[in-house]
């Protein structure tokens, strides 16, 4: 797979504690998954569709395959990205 050297603007500078970041491996693809402690912005979690808020803990996930850029990136409540494949949108409970 070729490694795209993208704009370094979202160089790894040292994380603040408490953040981590793994891989994860589901039906749905491979992403990063950073938890965050909480970030100075509102956003809106694409699994539940209600906001996220400032300082709120939350996990913020991208496709590994497809990294983007950081607006890409889906920033979503733990338990709904825990969640999600139990209720995506292939299922007929959507
Ligand atoms: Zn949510």
């Not at 504690?17 to 998954?33: A, C, H, K, L």
């Not at 990294?67 to 979503?76: A, M, S």
Request: contains cysteine; hydrophobic residues 20%.
């Amino acid at each position: 797979m070729p490694r795209r050297n993208r704009a370094k603007r979202d160089d790894p500078r040292p994380r603040p504690s408490g953040t981590f970041q793994r891989g994860e491996e589901g039906p749905d693809g491979d992403w990063n998954v950073r938890s965050v402690t909480g970030s100075a912005k509102t956003y809106r979690c694409p699994g539940c569709d209600h906001e996220i808020g400032p300082g709120v803990p939350h996990v913020v996930a991208w496709p590994t395959d497809d990294y983007g850029n950081v607006e890409d990136r889906r920033h979503w409540h733990k338990a709904c990205w825990q969640a999600r494949l139990r209720r995506r949108p292939t299922s007929k409970r959507w």
